[in-house]
């Protein structure tokens, strides 16, 4: 069974960082193409990074850049995001998505990409 698993979602303040994580089975992250997508109450999802299944290469949302760093680990077959700054607006249920298809060389923030989506975790950032 092909499944994504979110996790290190919390409450945090603005201006401190947090890491989530999204952990694979049934595929080897390595060889797909991965997103990183939010969605805050009353808006639209939003990507906000990928990497791409070759090189490794990385798109950020304008909102992120800067701030955000995605991440492979090819031995725990997990997919980071590093989130430097936080701010009240990264208020968000983030969800890690993926693409196995060979035929995709550059990651999209857009979601009519991805096959495979995780279940969310929450960040909430609050002061």
């Known amino acids: 069974q092909l499944q994504l698993v979110e996790s290190g979602g919390g409450l945090v303040q603005p201006g401190e960082s947090l890491r989530l994580s999204c952990a694979a089975s049934g595929f080897t992250l390595d060889s797909s193409t991965i997103g990183w997508f939010r969605q805050a109450p009353g808006r639209e999802r939003e990507g906000v990074s990928c990497?791409?299944?070759?090189?490794?290469?990385?798109k950020y949302a304008d909102s992120v850049k800067g701030r955000f760093t995605i991440s492979r680990d090819s031995t725990k077959n997990t997919v980071y995001l590093q989130i430097n700054s936080l701010k009240l607006e990264d208020t968000a249920n983030y969800y890690c998505?993926?693409?196995?298809?060979?035929?995709?060389?550059?990651?999209?923030?857009?979601?009519?990409?991805?096959?495979?989506w995780g279940q969310g975790i929450q960040v909430t950032v609050s002061s």
């Open positions: 990497i791409s299944r070759q090189r490794g290469r990385t």
């Open positions: 998505a993926a693409t196995r298809s060979a035929y995709i060389l550059t990651c999209s923030l857009g979601a009519t990409m991805y096959d495979y």
